[in-house]
Each structure stands twice: as structure tokens, then as C-alpha cells.
């Protein structure tokens, strides 16, 4: 009897050996595959997904971490959007801004025309009223 109850303890030991390792083992293996997708994810792979493969507090977290990669994915895009629609915005400021210094230098240059004229005809006053007092 007593060697049977150590063959009997010996076999459950190993049992809960044998069951403990497959319990630790259905834990830990889907944790490394959320560490391996998070690392992914960090790296700039927002393309990656996990399948959940139960509904367990692990295939909760898996799908938690699906939904923030998917957020994290739509932000950038929407980011990306926005940012291209603000050098589409710059370049039509700039392409304004160089028309409107053209369009400055050309008012410039024209009222300078028009000083030189006004001035021109100032002294073309000046000496025709000087020669036509030497007249009268």
C-alpha cells in the first residue's frame, strides 16, 4: 500500500506538472503575440492585426490593442489630410503674395513714371512761362 500511494502521489505531480506548464503556456503564448504586434506597432507597422482567438481577458486586450492600432491609423491618415491641405494652403498664399509684389512693383514703377512726367512738364512750365515773359 504504501508504495502504491507514492506511485499515485507521484503520478499526480507529475499530472499537475504536465497541467501547470499547459495552463503557463496558454497564457503566456498569447501575451508574446501581443508583445510581438505592440513591437510591430511601435515600429510603425499600423497594418498589423491580431486575430482574437478567445473571449478571455487576453482576446479582450487583443482586440483593445486591434482598436488602438486602427485609431492610431485613422489619426495619422487625418493628420497626413490635414497637413496636405495646409501646403496646398501655403503654396496658394505664396502663389498671392507673389502677385500681389508684382502688382506692387508695377505700381511702383508707374507712379514713378508719373512723378518723372509730372516733373517734366513742371520744368516744360517753367521754361515756357520764363520764354514767354521774355516775349511780353
Known amino acids: ?8 502521489s507521484v503520478i499526480a505531480i507529475i499530472l499537475a506538472m504536465i497541467l501547470s ?17 505592440v513591437r510591430k506597432v511601435s515600429e510603425g507597422d499600423l497594418t498589423s492585426t491580431l486575430a482574437v482567438k478567445s473571449q478571455d ?15 492610431i491609423r485613422e489619426l495619422i491618415e487625418k493628420v497626413k489630410g490635414a497637413s496636405d491641405q495646409v501646403v496646398k494652403s501655403a503654396d496658394e498664399v505664396t502663389h498671392i503674395s507673389n502677385e500681389t509684389l508684382l502688382s506692387s512693383e508695377q505700381i511702383a514703377t508707374a507712379i514713378q513714371e508719373v512723378a518723372t512726367g509730372a516733373t517734366k512738364q513742371a520744368s516744360d512750365a517753367e521754361t515756357i ?3 514767354s515773359e521774355y516775349f511780353v
Not at 1 to 8: D, E, K, L, V, Y
Not at 57 to 71: A, C, H, V, Y
Open 1 to 8: 500500500m504504501n508504495q502504491t500511494s507514492i506511485i499515485i
Open 21 to 37: 506548464f499547459l495552463l503557463a503556456r496558454s497564457i503566456t503564448t498569447p501575451i508574446k503575440r501581443l508583445i510581438e504586434h
Open 57 to 71: 481577458e487576453i482576446g479582450s486586450l487583443t482586440k483593445s490593442i486591434n482598436q488602438m492600432t486602427e485609431d
Open 129 to 131: 512761362n520764363e520764354k
